[in-house]
């Protein structure tokens, strides 16, 4: 299975990670899995830094390279297709950095380990 792992997600599993379900963890750790870190995380992640509306234990980028690695994630690039399809998508979910990862979902084929549940009302596969 493969996995792209929401924002929010993201900085649950690497800082309080009882907040994912113990069942999203395990599936993220079968063997044949792999889950991916869109760079529109990371660009919101560094973004709200910026802006003082997160507060991180590490200057986003260090913070970033730590859980990816830690977390044995891959970095998924936004291709102009994904770009499309988020920008394409019907007004549901008004965050344009959840559109852009739920474009990246559906061209790429990918399950979204996410608690928001808007991203289903696309049909787009999600875990929590």
């Known amino acids: 299975m493969r996995y792209l792992i929401d924002t929010v997600t993201f900085l649950w ?3 309080d990670e009882n907040r994912v379900p113990v069942d999203a963890r ?3 750790l079968r ?3 792999a889950a991916s870190l869109s ?3 990371v660009w919101e992640i560094a973004s ?3 802006s003082g509306k997160l507060a991180l234990d590490l200057p ?3 913070f970033v390279r730590r859980g990816t690695i830690d977390l044995r994630l891959e970095t998924l690039p936004l291709t102009a297709e994904a770009a499309y399809a988020g920008a394409e998508l019907p007004p549901i979910h008004k965050d344009p950095f959840d559109r852009l990862l739920i474009g990246q979902a559906i061209v790429h084929g990918l ?3 996410t608690p928001d549940a808007a991203f289903r009302r ?3 596969s999600t875990l929590w």
């Open 60 to 62: 986003p980028r260090d």
């Open 13 to 15: 599993l690497t800082n």
């Open 31 to 33: 063997p044949g899995s």
């Open 26 to 28: 395990r599936a993220l």
């Open 48 to 50: 709200k830094c910026a």
């Open 39 to 41: 760079v529109i995380s």
């Open 122 to 124: 696309y049909g787009v």
């Open 111 to 113: 399950t979204v380990v």
